[in-house]
């Protein structure tokens, strides 16, 4: 039994009282009530008297061999039956949320996270939670932090340079970028291999908005050149067609390296320290998780084989 109080206009109803009389209607009888309840029969006579003192009308005609509902009873049993199964099935799923067991969990992430580490997380997640639900929302850096801080999202998964006060980070792990170049290219066998070398070669760069063109930028910008691309392009898998057409060169993250397609073409580590960039989980500073999104938070953090509490 549950126990819930509920008062509307000077009226105080027990939810074990709704339940002593929804058992009587079912049962037709105070003993099978009682034993259906778990209690004593004088502890059910006594809720019972309780309830109809509280709403000030008779709800059972009784004797030595019989009970029946009285009229008032006979109407107000069916509503007191389905607010008692809606109060039970609040209660039970509040149960199994609070114990993670199910839930929706959404996540925004960039796309080269989308598309390799999540899919593995989301079905070895799904392995041990098969009750909840996981949205994800592969988008451009700049919208994951948004979406974040407008909690359209539990949390966000991408590279986020600058400190921001709304937002609390846990690190995942380092993503090396790659340079990919098509077959034959001197770039595949030149040694000491560095950004001088590739200033005068056409670039095909991903748009403004993504954090990969954001690192490139930068690590030009530090040699003292500022890339103008040949091509600009909005998702990862377009440049690596551009590089097979032969049209210029572009920048992977290595996490992306799974999900495109690199038949047909090369690809090497550019060793320059702004080539890198970390990746993280990204939550709004201050909002608790659900117990399903701490799941997966969870899961996500073992799958990357960092502890928590990076």
């Not at 001088?196 to 930028?217: F, G, T, Y």
Request: aromatic share 4%; proline share 6%; hydrophobic share 45%.
């Amino acid at each position: 039994m549950i126990p819930l109080h509920y008062n509307a206009m000077g009226v105080n109803l027990n939810l074990r009282h709704l339940e002593a009389l929804v058992a009587i209607a079912r049962t037709g009888n105070f003993t099978r009530a009682a034993q259906a309840l778990h209690v004593s029969q004088p502890s059910l006579t006594v809720q019972i008297r309780q309830l109809e003192e509280t709403l000030g009308v008779r709800l059972l005609d009784r004797n030595t061999r019989s009970v029946k509902l009285t009229q008032i009873g006979k109407e107000l049993t069916p509503v007191l039956q389905r607010l008692v199964r809606e109060i039970e099935g609040v209660v039970v799923r509040a149960q199994e949320s609070s114990s993670g067991s199910c839930g929706v969990v959404t996540v925004a992430a960039l796309p080269s996270i989308s598309s390799t580490i999540l899919p593995k997380v989301i079905a070895r997640f799904h392995e041990q939670s098969p009750g909840v639900a996981v949205t994800l929302r592969d988008v451009l850096a700049q919208r994951v932090l948004a979406m974040v801080k407008s909690e359209d999202v539990d949390f966000g998964v991408g590279s986020f340079p600058d400190a921001d006060p709304d937002i609390q980070t846990i690190s995942l792990f380092t993503d090396r970028m790659r340079i990919v170049f098509p077959p034959g290219s001197p770039l595949e066998h030149k040694r000491g291999l560095t950004l001088k070398h590739l200033v005068e070669m056409p670039l095909i760069l991903m748009d403004q908005a993504s954090s990969v063109r954001a690192l490139v930028n930068r690590a030009f910008e530090s040699i003292g050149h500022f890339p103008a691309p040949a091509w600009e392009v909005t998702y990862m898998s377009t440049a690596v067609g551009m590089v097979k057409a032969g049209l210029g060169i572009t920048f992977l993250p290595s996490s992306a390296l799974e999900v495109s397609e690199l038949t047909g073409v090369r690809s090497r580590i550019l060793n320059h320290p702004m080539l890198t960039r970390k990746i993280t989980v990204a939550q709004k500073a201050g909002r608790s998780l659900s117990p399903a999104a701490d799941g997966f938070l969870k899961a996500m953090i073992a799958t990357c084989r960092v502890p928590a509490a990076g």
